[in-house]
């Protein structure tokens, strides 16, 4: 229903609002077909991919067809109980998500490969 009002009023939207959501404190045994039942309330799903690594459980991206679908699952699944744990919902931001990364890891990674074959970093 607030989606209704939302794209009748052509409501602007905050820019890093978006059709994909992070989601985070997932419980380690939680199915795809359970996080279809908890956010497919909110709109038609593109695709959920639950963290399965040793690095990713607990955390999965959610897509939605619609933007205005993830923006109302954000507002209302935020801070949401499931298994006595609480999700922690965010929009997907690549510039955030890629510092995470450790790049000091790569540079030595690149390192190595360029000792390895014989480059150097001056060309």
Sequence with gaps: MATISLRK???RLPPEV???LYV????FNISSEEMYD???????IRQ?????SKDTRGTAFVVYEDIYDAKTAVDHLSGFNVANRYLIVLY???AKMSKKFDHKK???EITKL????GLSKDK
């Design 9 to 11: 009023a052509n409501t």
């Design 18 to 20: 978006n059709r994909v």
């Design 24 to 27: 985070r404190n997932l419980p």
């Design 38 to 44: 908890i956010f497919g309330k909110y709109g038609a």
């Design 48 to 52: 959920i991919r639950v963290g399965t």
């Design 92 to 94: 997907y931001q690549q």
């Design 106 to 108: 790569k540079e030595d």
């Design 114 to 117: 360029q000792e390895k074959y």
